[in-house]
């Protein structure tokens, strides 16, 4: 079953805005990573934050992990056209080497 | 190799045939992952691999499907008797495993259509 629920399931803004997207799950975990799929094929690796730590930048993006909540949340400032994508949030749960993905959100960015 | 590369890219088969799917993973990376997606929807954990050793099975949906890894690297993923529910893009991944936190790399996936 899925570890991880996103939110919203879709995402639509114009160029330059932010977008928000969040991520939930359900047991405890070493770390959360997201990552960015083009076109329904191959993944691409964003970010990583530890369990250990609150909040991570790398470029536009920045990440926040609330373990008491169990949520996890991905900025991106100043989008782009090029940001058009959907994003998942994947758990590595303790115990456990796989990383467990959540469903996802489709954002698009309009010119 | 530079990243994972997988074969075939696209795949048509016909009800009830066997399909092989093959993942050739980073040069290194010990752990290997393969992951399904149906249209539209997330990732599908289906088994992970720690060298030749499979830890891990829980994600395989029935006995139909099998993966096998031959020394330390290239992985087959093979599926019995294909059914219409079959199709989807078949994603597999590599790290260097070990320790925690090691980042994954996705190949760009075999899509499966089961006619």
């Known amino acids: 079953s899925q570890q991880g629920e996103e939110d919203p399931q879709a995402l639509s803004i114009q160029e330059g805005e932010n977008a928000t997207m969040n991520c939930s799950y359900k047991t405890s975990i070493n770390n959360l990573q997201w990552y960015r799929q083009n076109s329904g094929r191959g993944l691409v690796h964003l970010i990583l934050?530890?369990?250990?730590?609150r909040e991570k930048h790398s470029g536009r993006l920045r990440v926040t992990l609330d373990t008491s909540k169990k949520s996890s949340s991905l900025l991106i400032t100043a989008s782009r056209a090029a940001d058009t994508a959907s994003y998942f949030c994947a758990t590595e749960v303790t115990g456990f080497q796989k990383l467990v993905f959540g469903t996802g959100t489709r954002l698009l960015v309009s010119p | 190799g530079a990243g994972v590369s997988q074969s075939p890219s696209n795949k048509v088969t016909e009800k009830g045939k066997d399909v092989e799917l093959r993942c050739d993973p980073i040069?290194?990376?010990?752990?290997l992952y393969w992951y399904r997606q149906s249209l539209g929807q997330g990732l599908e954990f289906l088994i992970y691999f720690q060298g030749n050793s499979a830890p891990d099975k829980s994600g395989l949906p029935s006995d139909r499907f099998s993966a096998e890894r031959t020394g330390g690297s290239v992985s087959t993923l093979t599926i019995q008797r294909t059914q219409q529910e079959d199709s989807a893009v078949y994603l597999c991944a590599s790290s260097l495993g070990g320790s925690r936190g090691n980042t994954i790399y996705f190949g760009e996936g075999s899509w499966l259509t089961v006619v």
């Open positions: 934050i530890r369990s250990n730590e």
């Open positions: 040069s290194g990376h010990t752990a």
